[in-house]
């Protein structure tokens, strides 16, 4: 074995990168950096082994080759134009290895930026698709799911096509129940990459329910309800992520005591008292607008929580001392609205259109970043010949059948 001595004598130039150690040492996002640091491909297997990739196994290179169409796939069809598409060089759609990116994204020069910029946005991809495929949670995401809405079902009753919410006494009928069972690849993919640590774990909409009822005062009887059946608690809420855009307690205190003895001694369902109610509630509450969502559109007004469910698993490999199923907590949304912020939430700045339109921006500057954003915009583009733009025209004005 060679003695160690100190020493900083190096092989090149000895230098350093600022602005990549500046990323490590301030904690720059990934997805916000406009270059790697690589020299070569030797350094790119080094990384990508580190990463968590072994690629002397055979299954590991084909995975990668994988993430990179997915990623290509998923840049061509939700951030450019179909004549923009052309624009990303065939050396980062195409690679003899996608490995080589890496080198190519740590490459400075006036004849290597475009394919530098456009390496950089092809991985920040690749990053996310990783991240979603090796979230251990979401494996299990049919036993997640059936346990989750197990409890819900519980709470949330039907008849023939009206809604209920029920804690077994008091029982508030819904003018619209919205179940999410699932939040799509794409979707999950869009979230992460406008997101700062762009981690899938935290992502917390994949299940969720919206409960939509005719006032606001019946969203704070139904807050009530879910905590009296225990689906809601101080321990099972995640506090930093409660959003109340909806409801001023402090008025609906005064306004629930001054109608509090008419609700207890109304036989039939108060509906034009809630009514009365939330009319004066208009009056004296102040707007809540606490919202940390950037991209939540103004008019959007809703109570949402984000619970902790513990899920339980059954472990393949427990010892034999070991007489419980593993255990671990998966997070969920219910969301709570009056009819007119749902109505609100359909058209305009509100709807979710607009709401995913939004996200779909930040999520393309930041994966692009300001650079390839601003050489896109100046790049020529073609229009197509003559014989496509008839034909599509053909297509356009040709009959739809099968609706």
């Keep these: 074995m060679s003695e160690l001595k100190a020493s900083l004598k190096s092989g090149g130039k000895f230098s350093l990168n600022w602005s990549y150690l500046n990323a490590i040492a301030n904690g720059v996002s990934a997805i916000d950096l406009g270059a790697l640091a690589l020299r070569n491909l030797h350094d790119a297997r080094q990384f990508v082994r580190e990463y968590g990739f072994d690629l002397d196994q055979p299954a590991a290179p084909a995975l990668i080759r994988r993430a990179h169409r997915e990623a290509v796939d998923f840049i061509v069809h939700s951030f450019l134009t179909p004549a923009q598409a052309a624009l990303i060089p065939r050396d980062v759609t195409h690679p003899d290895d996608p490995l080589l990116l890496l080198v190519y994204a740590s490459l400075r020069g006036q004849h290597v930026d475009v394919r530098r910029m456009w390496s950089c946005a092809v991985l920040k991809v690749m990053h996310g698709i990783f991240y979603i495929d090796n979230n251990l949670k979401l494996r299990h995401f049919h036993a997640i799911r059936a346990q ?50 762009y981690l899938a774990a935290d992502i917390f909409d994949h299940l969720g329910v919206r409960l939509v009822f005719a006032t606001r005062f ?34 609906a205190k005064q306004i ?32 809540q607008t606490r919202c940390d969502n ?28 070991q007489d419980y199923d593993v255990g671990f907590f998966f997070e969920y949304e219910i969301q709570l609205m009056d009819e007119a912020s749902y109505q609100r939430s359909l058209t305009g700045p509100a709807s979710h259109d ?5 996200q779909l921006d930040t999520a393309r500057t930041r994966v692009f970043g300001r650079e390839l954003l601003r050489w896109i915009e100046h790049q020529p583009v073609n229009p197509p010949p003559a014989t ?11 009959p739809v059948t099968g609706r």
């Design 354 to 358: 607009a709401y995913k339109k939004r």
């Design 256 to 287: 629930f005591n001054k109608y509090r003895a008419r609700l207890e001694h109304s036989d039939d369902y108060p509906a034009e008292l809630l009514q009365t109610m939330d009319a004066e509630l208009a009056e004296l509450a102040q707007p």
């Design 294 to 321: 950037p991209h939540s559109g103004s008019g959007f007004n809703s109570i949402q929580v984000t619970v902790r469910k513990m899920i339980h698993v059954q472990q393949l490999d427990a010892g034999p001392e």
């Design 148 to 197: 989750v809405f197990g409890t819900l079902d519980e709470v949330i009753r039907h008849d023939g096509d009206r809604h209920y919410l029920t804690d077994g006494e008091v029982c508030l009928p819904m003018l619209h129940y919205d179940r999410k069972d699932n939040k799509g690849r794409n979707s999950i993919l869009l979230k992460l990459l406008q997101k700062a640590a």
């Design 218 to 251: 019946e969203c704070l009887l139904a807050l009530r309800t879910l905590q009296r059946a225990h689906l809601l608690s101080v321990t099972n809420v995640d506090a930093e992520r409660t959003r109340n855009t909806l409801l001023d307690l402090e008025a």
């Design 388 to 398: 496509e733009r008839v034909n599509e025209a053909r297509m356009e004005a040709a």
